[in-house]
């Protein structure tokens, strides 16, 4: 089976076809210029993963929280990601950097803030 994506890791935007086996592993990938696109298309085919942004309601505060998680997690978590960021329950006041929820979901990624509010 094969897969066309397209690499995100630098504005050159190689087009690469993945091969997958029928299983879904990974076989093989061209049209990438540099290693990094290989690891992107292994990634992307296999376990995709993202970084999830969000923004958070915060008692004392009249603006809303922005966070984000601290490396990316597995796509198809996301939403699960979200339902525990709608039972977060804060106060002001709050520092940029702050981890709001260690290890989320078991994700190894903790969820942090990406401001301060006081
Ligand atoms: S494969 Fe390498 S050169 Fe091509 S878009 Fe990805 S990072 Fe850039």
């Not at 076989?27 to 992307?44: F, I, L």
């Not at 106060?91 to 260690?102: A, D, E, N």
Request: neutral net charge; charged residues 15%.
């Amino acid at each position: 089976m094969e897969q066309s994506i397209t690499c995100i890791n630098c504005p050159v935007g190689c087009r690469m076809t993945v091969v997958l086996s029928d299983t879904g592993g990974f076989e093989s990938v061209s049209g990438n210029t540099c290693p990094r696109g290989a690891a992107y298309a292994r990634q992307e085919c296999t376990l995709p993963e993202r970084m999830v942004t969000a923004v958070i309601p915060v008692s004392g505060s009249a603006i809303p929280l922005s966070v984000k998680t601290s490396k990316p997690v597995p796509k198809d978590m996301i939403p699960a990601v979200m339902g525990e960021l709608s039972k977060v329950c804060i106060s002001v006041p709050v520092s940029l950097g702050q981890v709001i929820i260690p290890d989320i979901l078991h994700t190894g990624s903790d969820i942090v803030a990406t401001r301060t509010l006081k």
